[in-house]
């Protein structure tokens, strides 16, 4: 390969992933480079939380490349699970414990030691603003307040890359503010960024992003450059425009 692998959080040259004869994610490529905040952008079934599934190393690829933190995520998966933090489509806290408390779980889940997970806890909480939910059970949180600190949780062990599936699903905006502005906040401390919307506000809030249809990533770039480049306004027409394109070359070339 040309490129020196080692200068970006996240490799992958034509990666697939197949569920019998459906092609799911159809030989995708691209690279993300540390602090980076990278946006999967794609209608639902656009094949966005399969390609996410196989970088964390849950899923294994049909065929393709992949690097991530440093490790092939074929050869290294589990390795590379300590690198990195997960926040699922799916609510993944747990109800009857206070919001300290699944702090403390997930970091002893993550292998941290109590001194370690005292200290995380109380640095990722301060810095969020968020110490007064800290006896607060999950349970009694609105929904934005869960999904700021399923964020935190999966901060707990000093990732390099983090990855979140759609992460504000559900939220109001202005949490989702917020929540986008510790997303930006972790990404300037050197933490690269996965996240996967189909909300195109939020594909303008990411540094670059990639359109997904139909398992294939059809184009790569900046919000700016594609509002540039197809002289559209926002996201949401460069969406559009580009997904009705492709469908409809697809269906000629398919005829
Ligand atoms: N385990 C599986 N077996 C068979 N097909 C699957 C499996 N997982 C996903 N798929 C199919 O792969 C395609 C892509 O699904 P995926 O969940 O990756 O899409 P997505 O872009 O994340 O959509 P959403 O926004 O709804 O989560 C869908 O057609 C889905 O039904």
Redesign the pocket.
Known sequence: MSQPEKTYSISVENLTKK?DD?V?VDKITFNVQKGEIFGFL?A????????MRMLIGVLEPTSGKGQVAGYDIFKNSRKLKKHIGYMS?KFSLYDDLTAKENMRFFGGIYGLTNKEISSRTKELLTHFGMEHIEKERVSSLPLGWKQKLAFCTALMHKPDVVFLD?PTSGVDPSIRRQFWEMIYETAEGGVTVLV?T?NMDEAEYCHRISM?VA?KMITVDTPQNLKDKYKLETMGEVFLHLARGYEKEHAITAS
Not at 46 to 51: E, Q
């Open positions: 569920f459906f799911a794609g639902n079934g656009a094949g966005k939380t399969t390609a489509q759609e996967t189909h997904m398992g």
